[in-house]
């Protein structure tokens, strides 16, 4: 069995729960924590999860919002079940997924055609 790791970024969705629905509105609460960021940067973090986030920015978004990291951040590990001899294909081989290949016909030359 093969792991990774998930995770669902919540920040969306915690702001709606305080009743916040554009994303600039969570501008000035972050800036009451010490954080400044543009509305572009705001719009990215709400309606995307982040590949990084810095600590200082998760810390004011769950004082601003009353909520907690695990909040925020949901982590699932996923088990995923390990394909035993597998046999990958080659690169130019595409299997029954050939087209039937296109039969084109001459028309036959009679004798007012020529």
């Known amino acids: 069995m093969n792991k990774r790791v998930e995770t669902v970024w919540n920040l969306r969705q915690l702001m709606a729960d305080q009743g916040l629905f554009k994303t600039?509105?969570?501008?000035?609460?972050?800036?009451?924590?010490?954080?400044?960021?543009?509305?572009?940067?705001?719009?990215?973090?709400?309606?995307?999860?982040?590949?990084?986030?810095?600590?200082?920015?998760?810390?004011?978004?769950?004082?601003?919002?009353?909520?907690?990291?695990?909040?925020?951040?949901?982590?699932?590990?996923?088990?995923?079940?390990?394909?035993?001899?597998?046999?990958?294909?080659?690169r130019g081989s595409i299997g029954n997924l050939r087209p039937i290949p296109a039969r084109i016909h001459r028309p036959q030359q009679g004798p007012q055609n020529q």
């Open 24 to 90: 600039t509105e969570l501008i000035p609460l972050l800036e009451e924590f010490g954080v400044s960021l543009s509305r572009e940067q705001v719009y990215r973090l709400v309606t995307q999860t982040p590949e990084r986030a810095n600590l200082h920015f998760i810390g004011a978004v769950c004082a601003a919002l009353h909520c907690t990291v695990s909040d925020l951040i949901e982590v699932r590990v996923v088990e995923e079940a390990a394909v035993v001899n597998a046999v990958e294909p080659s």
